[in-house]
């Protein structure tokens, strides 16, 4: 089973045990309410920094990208939620540079996946959210029909968002996103091991139901 797939079927996993909580919850939810079961869904594009610092040489690959974002919980009490969160984002050709100099186009597509728990919390009646998670993340890159992928690491998600009631459960509106990823990669000449890391921030459009 490759990463994706294990941080898709860890995600379900979660997901599913949160909504049979959320089903056993005494407080079923309230029309124009933050509380009872929790699901957001966030898709859009940003600017994406991924660098690898091997001995004294940095690499970097940096450029547009579509970013999105999945949670799924229950509230905890009212305004604030605990939520699973499978993250990510894919750059197409992004530009290369080699200690700060300028390579130009690579003919890279790299992949960031990141599987996380956290809180997301309402300000209301103003219906702002903060929303946090940590958790595992991975890294991809595909040049042709060849695919890499690392080791897991760890990777944050940050989202500020504000939204609009278009019913009595669901909310439309946009959010800045934050995510960081740091992911163990072994170079394949010298075996040793570094630190390949990916910064993202975008600006994606939510839609929730709760």
Avoid: C
Avoid at 24 to 38: N, V
């Amino acid at each position: 089973m490759n990463m994706k797939n294990r941080f898709v079927r860890f995600f379900f996993v979660i997901s599913a045990v949160l909504v049979l909580l959320s089903i056993t919850a005494a407080d079923a939810g309230e029309k124009y309410k933050h509380d009872g079961f929790y699901l957001r869904l966030t898709t859009g594009a940003g600017g994406i920094v991924s660098r690898e610092k091997a001995e004294r040489t940095e690499v970097s690959f940096s450029g547009p990208g579509g970013m999105t974002s999945l949670g799924i919980g229950l509230a905890l009490r009212e305004n604030l939620m605990v939520n699973a969160d499978l993250f990510g984002s894919v750059v197409r050709n992004p530009e290369m540079k080699i200690d700060g100099e300028k390579i130009g186009k690579s003919s890279v597509e790299l992949q960031s996946t990141g599987l996380g728990v956290g809180l997301t919390y309402y300000i209301m009646p103003v219906n702002l959210y903060l929303s946090g998670s940590v958790g595992i993340a991975s890294q991809s890159a595909k040049v042709n029909q060849f695919k890499y992928e690392t080791k897991e690491g760890y990777g944050l998600n940050f989202l500020f968002g504000k939204e609009w009631w278009v019913g009595g459960s669901w909310g439309l509106g946009v959010a800045a996103q934050f995510f960081f990823n740091s992911v163990p990669d072994k170079n394949l000449l010298t075996g040793k091991e570094y630190r390949f890391k990916t910064t993202g921030i975008g600006i994606l459009f939510s839609a929730t139901y709760n």
